[in-house]
């Protein structure tokens, strides 16, 4: 079940990306936050106790939406905006 | 000879919001060609913040009856676009004598300025409580933040819950949006909304406007409670329901989203880094840069506007603004119209009167913080309870807030406190039997913000650029 439904944007172009190897289709003007919570139901796992997290503030000042980029970057879903073909990691599943 | 000789350094303003647009407006029309630094995409902050693409609302529906304001801003922040070096989605993370460093699209950027102007906003003020770092209680306004720039909503069935003008405004919207609004939940007791009639005469249409939010939402079946207490996020994997008392009475309610918030609060580390004078404001039981009338901090060419010096609102931001930019002129030598900055300063004391009743209004509720069970975290960076806090306090005998955070890892994580600072501070305060205004408050860090590790290799060679 995702976290956050649209309610403007539905048509607009499809943008196509990879989330923890699954193929996922966001829409053009997502932050990754958006288009990984209309999805999925977290980002993260938290550091310590591996409690699920899905970001808080939207606005770049909680640092909770950190997730990780096939290169290995490490971004804040918030403030990125989703691009074609990116491959992202969000520890979700991985640990137990 | 330095290039910064050879023409006389910009001044620069952080930030894009009211504040920083309307400094900015202000510099130029006196013919200085200002730098503004944002880490967002496009100007507006988060007030008025945009959307990343066009996405069919108009601003009406985006902004609401700030809508006007909003187009006025954004119209004229691009007007200026030739008469001063912009720098979005770009932030400043360091600050010292006259220099402030930028990462700016994973590159290092050290700017050397004649005058800083800081108009760094505010976010969301929080109390943490049971269950608030699930999926789907995201703050009240990353719920806004979601709608208007996003066009996404955080649930179905959504709670809104916390407290101040915010919360009415953000559930009023989401119902518009079409969103089923279970309940508002008002931390503040009824009672405390009679201050409001103070305010009626000085801002009548303000005051009606959360009338009427109030009666529309009642219309549509919306549940109000006040005075709530014992706040509890409930779920496994993200939030499904929220808890609490009234009255004494449990209550129970479900729920696939939900939007928190406790008023707001300043974002003031870059202040911190310039070396600007903190002092304790009663009002909002938090340390603040310090400032006068005419918006000068306590370091020369240090100015400060809009919520990140005091929270006062989008049109007290645009005041101040403006008022800081014609103190950086007047300091320069440069000609200031008086009847202005009277006119300024006379709209933004009322303002401020009004801020005051507002708080009266929607009352923090510190007395929470006794109910708080052990177990609930405090800091999301650092995962660190409530009893951690308690216990830090009391076998260490800490009663400051740095020494806490050294022996706790309270507020040393990603945010540096930014989110659980002042929640920090309030449990130290109740732990120690002290005034809040005796714990303190943490020191700001560079970077103010965490940096991608890639973004080092570049800072090299622009340091060394700087130092020609």
Redesign the interface.
Known sequence: MPLLYRVARQNEVPIRFMLNGRPCEGRRGDTLLSAILTVEEQLRPSDFTQEPRAGFCQMSACQDCWVTLQNGDRVRACSTPLADGMHVMTGAGETA | MSAAAKNPAQPLIVGAGPAGIRAAATLVAAGLRPIVVD???ACGG?IYRQ???P???DARARYGSEAPKAKRLHGEFAALQDKLDYLPNSLVWNLADGIADVAMNGAHKRLVHDGLILATGA??RILPVPGW???????L???Q???KA???????RVVFVGTGPLLYLVAWQYLK???KVVAVLDAAPFSARVAMVKALPGFPAIVLRGARFVAEMMMKGVAFHYGINKLRFEGT??VEGVSFEVRGKPRHLSC??AGFGLGLKS?AQLADLAGCRFAFNERDRVFLPETDEARRSSVPGVYLAGDGSGIAGADAAELSGERAALSLLDDRGLAVDRARVGLLERELRKIFAFRTVLEQSFPFPAHWIADLPGNTTVC????IDVSTIRDAADHFGIVEMNRLKAVSRVGM???QG??CGAAAAELLAAATGQPISAVGRLRGQAPV??L?M?FAELALPAIGEAAE
């Open positions: 880490e967002a995409p988060q959307p990343l693409v996405d069919g609302r976010m969301d770092t699930l999926p789907g209680v995201f703050s306004g990353g719920s933040i979601a709608l996003q066009g996404c909503v955080i649930g179905s949006a079409g969103v994997h993200r696939d989203g974002e999301r960076c650092e995962e994580g990603r945010c930014r989110v913000k965490p991608p890639s």
